[in-house]
Structure formats: structure tokens, C-alpha cells
């Protein structure tokens, strides 16, 4: 059905187009159904470079510890 976030923008928007007003319908042979759109669209670049930046980082900002220090580093 899709993320909590869309449904409520679905919920907000009445269940209608926001450009055109059409309502959602499930009614055989006249079905409508109503998307959610990124108004601002995804800055795909921007996620790659972050999960880059923070996740996949360079093995020189990786530090080698052994379970008990890496404990200690996270408390």
C-alpha cells in the first residue's frame, strides 16, 4: 500500500488529484487511482554521496578495534 507518509499525503489531499479534483474510485469499469508524487523530486546524487560519505567511508576513516573496545567506543 505504500509508506505511512504517502497515506497520509493521500488522506490530506482527500483522496483527490490536487491538480484536477478527481476523486480516487475503486468502482469497476471507472477506477481511478491517485499516485503520490515528489513535489521537489529525490536528489538521488545527494543520497549516493551521503550513504558514501557516512556508510561506505574510506578505509583510512576505519578504525580496527576488538569487540570489547569497540563496546566501550559505543557506550
Same mark, same amino acid.
Given at each position: 500500500?505504500? @509508506?505511512? $507518509? #504517502? &497515506?497520509?499525503? /493521500? +488522506? /490530506?489531499?482527500?483522496?483527490?488529484?490536487?491538480?484536477? *479534483?478527481? +476523486?480516487? @474510485?475503486?468502482? +469497476? *469499469? @471507472? $477506477?481511478?487511482? %491517485?499516485?503520490?508524487?515528489? #513535489?521537489? *523530486?529525490? !536528489?538521488? =546524487? *545527494?543520497? %549516493? =554521496?551521503?550513504?558514501? !560519505?557516512?556508510? /561506505? &567511508?574510506?578505509?583510512? !576513516?576505519? $578504525?580496527?578495534?576488538? #569487540?570489547?573496545?569497540? +563496546? &566501550?567506543?559505543?557506550?
Amino acid at each position: 500500500m505504500g @509508506s505511512r $507518509e #504517502r &497515506q497520509t499525503a /493521500l +488522506k /490530506l489531499a482527500g483522496y483527490r488529484c490536487e491538480r484536477c *479534483g478527481i +476523486k480516487r @474510485s475503486a468502482a +469497476k *469499469g @471507472s $477506477e481511478v487511482v %491517485i499516485e503520490v508524487h515528489h #513535489r521537489n *523530486g529525490i !536528489d538521488w =546524487d *545527494g543520497i %549516493i =554521496d551521503l550513504i558514501i !560519505d557516512r556508510v /561506505l &567511508q574510506r578505509p583510512e !576513516d576505519y $578504525e580496527c578495534l576488538c #569487540r570489547e573496545c569497540h +563496546k &566501550q567506543e559505543h557506550n
